[in-house]
């Protein structure tokens, strides 16, 4: 090999070292976007993990004689439904002031659940673990809200086993007064029975008859 093939030959070798660092910088370039870009979505999944998890200790220890000191603009329209059946479900009523059962509300709580539980999650997450407090400060003022639904339950319960028994009591006397009501009215066309009984029979009296035409045929000097 000559010179000049040992120079060219040198000359490719240091071609091929700088494709290859060029190749290994670009590559570290692309994994530092790329870590920069997960960097950047985890703190926005974070921040908007700790603004759930604080509209939602808000929302289940609502007071009416405040307002919520929540920005609903943080959340979609689909979270924000959620916070509208959770406020429903935590105050008994909905938008429109109508009362709900124990029964609606619970249904009410499980499908806000549904919605906001898988931000609430990402507390629980090791790479979220300051924020695991918030996590169980919000799990903890949700079941708040799930006994507080459990006993007026059970005061429903209560009360409608009271109101049916009182109904079927109201029901029962209703039907005892219509069977003496009956029984005075048998009483009565009894008594009307037996007074019919009693009287004589009247003679019908005849129309016509052998006096009255005695008395149209008579003469004057019979009289």
Same mark, same amino acid.
């Given at each position: 090999?000559?010179?000049?093939?040992?120079?060219?030959?040198k000359k490719e070798a240091e071609q091929?070292?700088?494709?290859?660092?060029?190749?290994?910088?670009?590559?570290?370039?692309?994994?530092?976007?790329?870590?920069?870009?997960?960097?950047?979505?985890? @703190? @926005?999944?974070?921040?908007?993990?700790q603004a759930? @998890?604080?509209?939602?200790?808000?929302?289940?220890?609502?007071?009416?004689?405040?307002? #919520?000191?929540?920005?609903?603009e943080l959340f979609s329209d689909k979270e924000r439904? @959620?916070?509208?059946? #959770? #406020?429903?479900?935590?105050r008994g009523e909905d938008t429109t002031s109508i009362h709900l059962s124990a029964k609606v509300r619970m249904q009410l709580l499980n499908k806000a659940l549904a919605?906001?539980?898988p931000t609430l999650a990402l507390g629980k997450a090791p790479e979220y673990h300051i924020g695991l407090k918030n996590f169980l400060e919000a799990q903890q003022k949700i079941g708040d809200?799930?006994?507080?639904?459990?006993?007026?339950?059970?005061?429903?319960a209560i009360f409608f086993k009271v109101a049916g028994t009182a109904?079927?009591?109201?029901?029962?006397?209703?039907?005892?007064?219509?069977?003496?009501?009956?029984?005075?009215?048998?009483?009565?066309d009894k008594a009307a029975d037996a007074a019919d009984d009693d009287k004589p029979a009247k003679k019908k009296k005849k129309k016509g008859g052998l006096g009255r035409l005695f008395r149209r045929n008579k003469k004057p000097d019979d009289e």
């Open positions: 090999m000559d010179h000049r093939e040992l120079l060219e030959h091929r070292a700088a494709d290859k660092k060029a190749i290994e910088k670009k590559r570290e370039q692309q994994q530092l976007l790329e870590k920069q870009a997960k960097a950047k979505r985890d @703190a @926005a999944a974070f921040a908007h993990f759930v @998890a604080g509209a939602v200790q808000e929302v289940c220890q609502e007071h009416p004689d405040r307002e #919520l000191d929540i920005n609903f439904e @959620a916070f509208e059946m #959770l #406020l429903s479900a935590k919605v906001l539980y809200v799930r006994d507080e639904i459990k006993s007026d339950a059970g005061v429903e109904k079927k009591e109201e029901e029962e006397e209703e039907e005892d007064e219509e069977d003496e009501d009956g029984d005075d009215d048998d009483d009565k």
